[in-house]
């Protein structure tokens, strides 16, 4: 075994600071990770690369990068319970005190514990290394027929998509409204046509992102964002809007645009974090009886759903991943994942550098 390794590191300039550090080695209860596969999220480009702005749970302790990891486990400590040397598991990328309420229902994400509550890539090392630790109680096994470029995507994208899609209810009866076609945006689609979807359409500012959201099937239909997106949305609706909308924008005018487009009774629900928006309660909300959701990442048993979920559908979100750079071309992953201009991208290792 090797006893130093190269890790990434974000010092909040735009660049990528790559380092070589010790090798850890896994205390009670954890476990050695050879990463696989590392993407880059929206957030720790929002956050963290640009510049150090989040706070609380987004606040960037100087840790090495990367909430989103997947790996093959190959050092146990003392005390594992289920996992073992050879596992293949993908993280849920916060690790939280395990006790408090939230913790209880696996909702580590909003973990009450200020002492206890770390999230890998922010306040503990993530997975943009040659290795990581990670608690054995974070770990959801990724089944064989999915890669690991899949299960990086499970742990943030494609778990935070289906828990709010489980929050509004898909099924066949439903138009979708995607504001947003990053990577979570389509993942929506993806998830919304294995949910049996009626028709999708989806809304965005960046046309290379609205060609991959058409290519890969994702969506029905897109539309360049703009002032008459409602009225866009109501035609390819028989003139009514969609019954559900999923904003993966956060930006103020797309989220009207959702709440706008959907029609009465209709659902609503805001993934896209930051931001604001204005709408106007009574003709937007209120008479038409609709309801806006929030949903913050998921929980671990649904992220084990999911992942049968993904097996049974043969859904492999690793389609999204546009780009894949090896560890050493970090700074490269991170700046192309800046630009937009791609789908997911993703920093892999091994079998998964093809
Ligand atoms: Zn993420
Ligand atoms: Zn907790």
């Given at each position: 075994m090797q006893e130093t390794m190269t890790a990434a590191y974000l010092p909040g300039n735009s660049t990528v600071e790559m380092r070589t550090v010790p090798v850890p080695t896994p205390g009670h209860g954890e476990v050695l990770l050879r990463m696989k596969a590392s993407t880059i999220c929206g957030s720790d480009i929002r956050c963290i690369y640009h510049e150090h702005l989040g706070k609380g749970p987004e606040g960037y302790q100087g840790v090495v990068a990367g909430h989103e990891p997947c790996g093959q486990?190959?050092?146990?400590?003392?005390?594992?319970?289920?996992?073992?040397?050879?596992?293949?598991?993908?993280v849920y990328h916060i690790s939280g005190c395990g006790v408090c309420n939230d913790c209880r229902r696996g909702y580590m994400i909003s973990c009450t514990s200020a002492r206890y509550r770390r999230a890998y890539g922010w306040q503990r090392d993530g997975g943009m290394a040659e290795y990581m630790i990670a608690e054995e109680k974070d770990l959801i096994a990724l089944p064989d027929a999915l890669s690991y470029a899949d299960g990086a995507q499970v742990a943030c994208g494609f778990g935070t998509v289906y828990e709010g899609l489980e929050k509004i209810g898909i099924d066949g009866n439903h138009a979708?409204?995607?504001?947003?076609?990053?990577?979570?945006?389509?993942?929506?689609?993806?998830?919304?046509?294995?949910?049996?979807?009626?028709?999708?359409?989806g809304i965005d500012v960046v046309p290379e992102r609205m060609k991959i959201a058409l290519d890969l099937g994702l969506c029905d239909a897109v539309q360049a964002s703009g002032p008459d997106n409602v009225a866009q949305v109501r035609e390819l609706t028989g003139g009514f809007g969609v019954e559900r909308a999923v904003d993966c924008s956060a930006n103020n005018l797309a989220r009207a645009t959702a709440i706008r487009a959907t029609r009465k009774w209709g659902k609503i629900v805001f993934l896209g974090e930051g931001g604001t928006v204005e709408?106007?309660?009574?003709?937007d909300i209120i008479?038409?009886?609709?309801?806006?959701?929030g949903s913050w990442v998921t929980s671990t048993w649904l992220m084990e759903e999911l992942v049968e979920r993904l097996v049974r559908w043969n859904l492999h979100p690793a389609d999204i991943i546009t780009h894949r750079f090896a560890l050493d071309k970090a700074a490269d992953a991170y700046a192309l994942m800046a630009s937009g201009k791609c789908g997911k991208v993703a920093v892999c290792q091994d079998e998964e550098l093809k």
């Amino acid at each position: 075994m090797q006893e130093t390794m190269t890790a990434a590191y974000l010092p909040g300039n735009s660049t990528v600071e790559m380092r070589t550090v010790p090798v850890p080695t896994p205390g009670h209860g954890e476990v050695l990770l050879r990463m696989k596969a590392s993407t880059i999220c929206g957030s720790d480009i929002r956050c963290i690369y640009h510049e150090h702005l989040g706070k609380g749970p987004e606040g960037y302790q100087g840790v090495v990068a990367g909430h989103e990891p997947c790996g093959q486990i190959v050092a146990e400590g003392p005390g594992c319970r289920r996992f073992k040397t050879g596992d293949r598991v993908i993280v849920y990328h916060i690790s939280g005190c395990g006790v408090c309420n939230d913790c209880r229902r696996g909702y580590m994400i909003s973990c009450t514990s200020a002492r206890y509550r770390r999230a890998y890539g922010w306040q503990r090392d993530g997975g943009m290394a040659e290795y990581m630790i990670a608690e054995e109680k974070d770990l959801i096994a990724l089944p064989d027929a999915l890669s690991y470029a899949d299960g990086a995507q499970v742990a943030c994208g494609f778990g935070t998509v289906y828990e709010g899609l489980e929050k509004i209810g898909i099924d066949g009866n439903h138009a979708v409204l995607i504001t947003g076609l990053g990577p979570v945006g389509l993942a929506t689609g993806a998830l919304c046509r294995k949910l049996g979807a009626n028709k999708i359409i989806g809304i965005d500012v960046v046309p290379e992102r609205m060609k991959i959201a058409l290519d890969l099937g994702l969506c029905d239909a897109v539309q360049a964002s703009g002032p008459d997106n409602v009225a866009q949305v109501r035609e390819l609706t028989g003139g009514f809007g969609v019954e559900r909308a999923v904003d993966c924008s956060a930006n103020n005018l797309a989220r009207a645009t959702a709440i706008r487009a959907t029609r009465k009774w209709g659902k609503i629900v805001f993934l896209g974090e930051g931001g604001t928006v204005e709408f106007n309660p009574s003709p937007d909300i209120i008479h038409d009886q609709k309801t806006i959701y929030g949903s913050w990442v998921t929980s671990t048993w649904l992220m084990e759903e999911l992942v049968e979920r993904l097996v049974r559908w043969n859904l492999h979100p690793a389609d999204i991943i546009t780009h894949r750079f090896a560890l050493d071309k970090a700074a490269d992953a991170y700046a192309l994942m800046a630009s937009g201009k791609c789908g997911k991208v993703a920093v892999c290792q091994d079998e998964e550098l093809k």
